[in-house]
């Protein structure tokens, strides 16, 4: 069974559509996260979720809104994307929030046209 | 936030031979990870070695981390294709860890 599962994995749309991407874990973990990969690999958190609460907001545009409807899942939606949102986004599990291992999902391709 | 570094950048090897991969970060630290991510995929980890550790072994991985440099390597011995990948450190500097900060990455190219 998969540990982290993200839909969809890849994601092509034109800019200005909003869309969204589902993340799931079945670890049992308090505490979720979102990172995004640019073009030349830097990974960086977006955001933190620990027992479906926000934690960690970093430096993202409002159009990006995450939401946990329980804590197994821990879902993205982009409103208005722009080319610049183009990136490989992932998501990640831990027992808890920070320290010890994370473990990550399959990344979503997103590329906005 | 802020990024930690890694070099190189790229490293190629034939199979057989070791690898060896730099990384530095910032501020203090309670552990530092490795992950490996392979072309299209996501991270998996490799190893966790924490800040009063300076040594750890795992299969052919060696770990060792220097606090006082701030700065961390990984070692593959007798490398693989298999181990072709993009590798990571991670420390837990950002926001007294609730998340972990990434370097910036080492791609290892190993050919047979």
């Known amino acids: 069974d998969t540990a982290v599962s993200q839909t969809p994995k890849y994601l092509v749309t034109q800019m200005g559509n909003d869309k969204s991407i589902k993340c799931e874990q079945n670890l049992g973990h308090d505490t979720m996260y979102w990172y995004k990969q640019d073009s030349k690999k830097f990974l960086k958190i977006m955001f933190s979720?620990?027992?479906?609460?926000?934690?960690i907001n970093e430096t993202v545009p409002n159009r990006f809104s995450p939401k946990s409807p329980d804590k197994a899942h821990l879902n993205l939606h982009i409103n208005s994307l722009e080319l610049g949102d183009s990136a490989v986004y992932f998501c990640?599990?831990?027992?808890?929030?920070?320290?010890?291992?994370?473990?990550f999902g399959p990344g979503t391709r997103l590329t906005v046209l | 936030s802020q990024q930690g570094e890694e070099d190189p950048q790229a490293l190629s090897i034939q199979e057989g031979e070791n690898a060896t991969m730099n990384c530095s970060y910032k501020t203090s630290i309670n552990n530092l990870q490795w992950y490996r991510q392979n072309s299209g995929r996501g991270l998996v980890h490799l190893i966790l070695?924490?800040?009063?550790?300076r040594e750890k072994h795992s299969g052919r991985l060696r770990v060792t981390l220097d606090t006082s440099k701030k700065s961390s390597s990984l070692l593959i011995t007798a490398s693989r294709a298999a181990d072709t990948a993009s590798y990571f450190c991670?420390?837990?500097?950002?926001?007294?860890?609730?998340?972990?900060?990434f370097g910036k990455g080492t791609t290892l190219s190993v050919s047979s």
């Open positions: 990640a599990s831990s027992p808890a929030a920070g320290r010890g291992t994370q473990y």
């Open positions: 070695i924490r800040s009063n550790e």
């Open positions: 979720y620990n027992n479906k609460e926000l934690i």
């Open positions: 991670a420390t837990d500097e950002y926001q007294a860890g609730t998340a972990l900060i």
